[in-house]
C-alpha cells in the first residue's frame, strides 16, 4: 500500500522500481546470449535510470515545497 | 542516508558491477557462438588442418581459447574495445530486425588489418626471423605497414573457411 504523502509515495515508488530494475538484472546475469546484454543495459538500466531520477525528484520537490513555505 | 544508499549508490554499484560482468562475458567465445549464423564459425575453430588460420590458433592456444574470437576481432588501437562492442549491437540489430546473411556471405567491416596480427606476433622470432618473412627485405617493413596483408596477399589466406566445412575432418580435442 502506497503512503498519502507524496514525498513518501514517490520514494516508494522509486524503491520498488529499483527493485524491479535489480530483479531483471539479476534474471539477466543468469542468462548467456547478446539478448541477455541487451535486456540487462535496456531494460534494468531503464528502470535503474527511472528509479534514481524519480528519488532525485522527490528530494528536490520536496525541498521547493519545504522553502515555499 | 539510508535512502540515499538504497536508492542511489546501491542501484550505481549494481549496474556498474554487472554491466562489467556482462561486457566481461560479451568476450567470451560462448557468447558470440551463441548466435545460430554463427555455428558454422565456431566449427572452423575445429577444423583439423593447421592450414586453417583461426582453427590452428584456437587450437594450439595462440589465442585464449575461451576469448577466441574477442582476441582477433577487436581492434589494438584507442577505443578499439567500445568499437567491437557497437559493432556487437549492430549485429544483434541485423540479426533480430535486418535481414542477416547466409554464414558464407559474412564479410568484415574493413579489411583485416595486420595492426591485430602484429599485437602478438611483433618481434617474436618466428615472425622476424621466419624463412619466408625473411626471403624478401621488404616484406616485414610492408607488412608492419600494413602495405601487405597478412590475410589476403595469399600467404594466411585460409581463415574461416565456412564453405568447405563439410567435407572438412575436425579436431575432436580441447573440450
Not at chain 1, 1 to 26: F, N, W, Y
Not at chain 2, 60 to 87: D, I, Q, S, W
Request: charged share 15%.
Amino acid at each position: 500500500m502506497l503512503s498519502t504523502d507524496p514525498l513518501e509515495r514517490k520514494l516508494q515508488l522509486s524503491g520498488i522500481i529499483l527493485i524491479l530494475g535489480l530483479v531483471v538484472e539479476a534474471m539477466c546475469l543468469l542468462g548467456h546470449g547478446p539478448i541477455a546484454f541487451m535486456l540487462f543495459v535496456g531494460l534494468g538500466g531503464v528502470l535503474f535510470a527511472i528509479g534514481i531520477l524519480l528519488y532525485l525528484h522527490s528530494l528536490v520537490s520536496a525541498n521547493v515545497g519545504t522553502s515555499k513555505q | 542516508m539510508t535512502a540515499f544508499l538504497a536508492l542511489f549508490a546501491l542501484p550505481f554499484l549494481c549496474f556498474g558491477m554487472g554491466t562489467s560482468s556482462e561486457l566481461e562475458h560479451a568476450k567470451s567465445t560462448e557468447f558470440c557462438l551463441s548466435c545460430h549464423i554463427m555455428e558454422p564459425y565456431g566449427k572452423s575453430l575445429r577444423v583439423d588442418d593447421p592450414q586453417h588460420l583461426a582453427a590452428a590458433h584456437f587450437q594450439n592456444h595462440r589465442v585464449p581459447a575461451n576469448e577466441a574470437c574477442y582476441t582477433c576481432h577487436t581492434n589494438y588501437a584507442m577505443f578499439g574495445g567500445v568499437k567491437a562492442k557497437l559493432g556487437g549491437l549492430r549485429h544483434i540489430y541485423v540479426y533480430y530486425f535486418g535481414t542477416p546473411p547466409a554464414p558464407e556471405n559474412i564479410k568484415l567491416y574493413e579489411p583485416y588489418n595486420n595492426r591485430e596480427c602484429l599485437h602478438c606476433h611483433a618481434g617474436a622470432r618466428s615472425f622476424e626471423e621466419g624463412v619466408v618473412h625473411t626471403a624478401d627485405p621488404d616484406l616485414i617493413p610492408a607488412l608492419k605497414a600494413n602495405k601487405t596483408s597478412c590475410v589476403s596477399s595469399g600467404c594466411h589466406a585460409v581463415v574461416h573457411d565456412v564453405g568447405s566445412l563439410k567435407d572438412a575432418k575436425f579436431w575432436k580435442g580441447g573440450d
